[in-house]
């Protein structure tokens, strides 16, 4: 699988009645704009039905094994005069599959205390498709100048199928009862960028030293056709599959098409002078920055409903035979298409400008001091507008779409230098996060890793960040290292996720910003050699020990738990160990891999009156991974990989409960390549 067919996509039918009925796709609409009785124009209405693609039955089969495979060539040619012309071009082809099993619970408020609104099971199965190719191409002219150009493009496709059974309000308490969803997405993301730049070294002016770059890209995520469909099941979960039953609703099924399209350009121009003066050396630094992005959103999504369908003919029926052509048109048998623009669509337009200067001096005093210090200037617009499709107006006051804002922020560092192997050093650095363009846009989007829903906020402000640190660094003759750091954040308006309120008992989160937040703790790294137990063999590794602490009032829509309390996202500890191996005849190279990360908070709980749903935490995932290298000659080498060796779960807890659980599995490669 690699790009869509065609199939999946909105049908020319749908495209032009979009266009004629002002983006809403109803009986009564299309009587009121054609002038014409309801009969004929529910004829019109089961037409562009059945002008869908409505063939997505799921089934069963092996997984193919996965195939990853990479061809990439480059030279270079002296062409006189001190030119020198290269070149490289690659290619990159991989095909993988993946299969995990998912729980998750949703708590609610109920009689004055937490119970469970929505529980499921389920089995998700993607397939991901990568191609990616690189063209680069190079001219040197002596040893102080060199242009070169990249072009690199990458499409990535992801199908995916998610199936299981899932407990609602309506089921929860009822006995044989409860319901079988099947939720297919596909979406295909392309990436074209093209780059020039530039180095140049001019030894006449006192070392000068230029690097500039411009870069164009083009970003688009393709979803077409993203289907949903709920069936009634006879038994309760975790009792497997009874009989099914699609509803007599109006939303038997929905059918959802998505394109989101990103343009960016980005300037900027760099320069440095190194300066000798009595016993300080000085290198000055400065340049300027040009970066701009435009997207734009746009969703459209549709409902069959089967409010009118003999009961009897949507028992034990497949989807495709149910929502078959001859169905569809079928005037007697009751189905009705629907479709308009809601407030939550993701149909928005922004925009994104960033003009940048900074200047900074790195001064070096004696043998043991070392100053760095500069100013960065930044200027930063955005706009970022929701529309709606029906009259293509924006929602809400234009007025509040656009924001900018014009700040300095600055950064200063002193080193001292201990001894020859020792040194310390103190900084301080200014900083800034801004919202991303989704997260400014009250949209509701997937988020691709928790399978959230998340719903953008366009009040959220930007966080400024001071940065401290102390870093006490020691470098060994024989390689190795080990440094201790210390280091506090202070951040204003910081932007945490939070649950909001969702519909029909599943879960939303959104971002609000904090008053205020501090990040504080200790760092510590290391490369040890252990050459002592064996030739080849070293350990690194560092570990982070710190807390946090964030100040968050409630909103008129989300009232929290907990106003004060740790951030989210953040682990109290981070661990990285590395144990590797590299042969003195340099034919095998082994790495045994550890990371764990302390318990975090995903999202921040909410409550209703005086009875509050805890903070979710994502518990501690073990991470324990194998990669051994074989290199059988000089051009050719074998890899084996072995990942989530000891097989954990991404789990988060909330009140006590497990509300969701997500298989990793582990998973073996193993991979051949071969240069020329």
């Known amino acids: 699988m690699g790009k869509d067919d065609g199939t999946r996509a909105l049908s020319p039918e749908m495209v032009t009645a979009l266009a004629r009925y002002q983006e809403t796709i109803n009986t009564a609409n299309i009587a009121a704009s054609e002038g014409i009785s309801t009969a004929e124009a529910a004829a019109i209405n089961r037409q562009l039905a059945a002008s869908l693609n409505t063939e997505n039955e799921v089934y069963s089969k092996s997984l193919s094994p996965d195939i990853d495979g990479s061809v990439t060539y480059g030279n270079a040619y002296d062409i006189g005069h001190d030119l020198t012309f290269g070149f490289l071009a690659g290619v990159d082809y991989g095909n993988s599959w993946s299969n995990s099993e998912e729980s998750e619970l949703v708590l609610g408020i109920a009689d004055g205390e937490a119970a469970v609104d929505q529980a499921s099971e389920s089995r998700v199965t993607t397939q991901n498709v990568e191609l990616s190719s690189l063209l680069n191409f190079g001219l040197k002219l002596g040893d102080y100048h060199r242009v070169e150009t990249s072009t690199i493009f990458l499409r990535n496709t992801s199908d995916r199928v998610e199936q299981g059974v899932v407990e ?45 770059q411009y870069a164009d890209s083009r970003a688009s995520r393709d979803a077409p056709g993203e289907v949903f469909y709920r069936q009634i099941n006879d038994r309760d ?9 699609f509803q007599q609703t109006r939303t038997a099924t929905t059918l959802q098409y998505q394109i989101l399209e990103d343009d960016a350009q980005d300037w900027r121009v760099d320069g440095e002078l190194p300066l000798y003066l009595a016993e300080m050396d000085i290198l000055l630094k400065g340049g300027g920055q040009v970066s701009k992005k435009a997207r734009s959103s746009f969703s459209r999504r549709f409902a069959i ?36 623009p809601t407030a939550t669509d993701p149909n928005y337009l922004a925009a994104q400008q960033v003009e ?89 989007f997937v988020d691709p890793l928790t399978d ?24 060994l003759p024989a390689g190795e290292n080990y440094s201790v750091a210390m280091f506090y954040k202070d951040l204003a308006n910081p932007i945490e996720a939070v649950e909001a309120k969702g519909t029909d008992s599943d879960r939303v989160i959104t971002f609000l910003n904090g008053q205020s937040g501090e990040v504080y703790g200790l760092e510590f790294e290391f490369l040890k ?90 518990q501690p995932f073990h ?31 909330q009140n006590g409960r497990l509300i969701q659980s997500r298989s990793v599995g582990t998973g073996i490669s193993l991979e051949y390549s071969y240069s020329f």
Do not use: C
Not at 454 to 466: A, C, F, K
Not at 627 to 644: A, E, G, R
């Open 529 to 618: 050699d252990l050459t002592f137990l064996s030739d080849g063999l070293f350990l690194s590794g560092n570990l982070t020990l710190s807390d946090s602490e964030i100040s968050i009032a409630n909103t008129g829509n989300v009232e929290l738990t907990n106003n004060t309390r740790r951030m989210t996202g953040h682990s109290k500890y981070v661990t990285n160990l590395q144990l590797g191996y590299d042969s003195l005849n340099g034919e095998h190279s082994a790495s045994l891999i550890y990371n764990v990360a302390g318990e975090r908070i995903a999202f921040a709980g909410v409550k209703e009156g005086a009875v509050g749903i805890g903070d979710a935490v994502e």
């Open 356 to 444: 940048a200067g900074y200047g900074l001096a790195d001064i070096q005093v004696n043998d043991d001091w070392r100053v760095s210090g500069g100013l960065r200037w930044e200027q930063y617009t955005q706009v970022a507008a929701q529309l709606d499709l029906r009259n293509m107006t924006v929602i809400g006051d234009p007025a509040e779409a656009g924001r900018v804002e014009d700040d300095v922020y600055g950064s200063l560092a002193l080193t001292y230098q201990l001894n020859d192997e020792m040194q310390l050093r103190v900084g301080y650095g200014s900083t800034v996060v801004r919202p991303d363009l989704r997260e400014l846009t009250e949209v509701i």
């Open 623 to 653: 991470s324990l991974d194998l990669v051994y290298t074989y290199y059988p000659d000089f051009s050719s080498k074998v890899k084996l990989k072995v990942q989530n060796m000891l097989g954990e779960d991404v789990e988060i807890q």
């Open 168 to 212: 609602t309000p309506n089921s929860i308490d009822e006995e044989g009862l409860s319901y079988f969803d099947t939720d297919i997405r596909y979406e295909q993301r392309e990436l074209l960028t093209n780059q020039i730049r530039g180095s140049h070294y001019f030894p006449q002016f006192w070392g000068f030293a230029l690097d500039w």
């Open 452 to 475: 959230f829903k998340v719903r953008g906020n366009s009040e959220l402000m930007t966080t400024d960040i001071d940065n401290f640190d102390v870093r006490w660094e020691w470098y």
């Open 237 to 245: 979960l975790g009792e497997g599959l009874g009989n099914l039953a």
């Open 305 to 340: 409903s089967a409010e009118q369908v003999a009961n009897d003919a949507l028992q034990n029926v497949g989807y495709n035979d149910l929502f078959s052509d001859a169905n569809l048109t079928d005037q007697d048998f009751g189905f009705a298409l629907f479709g308009a």
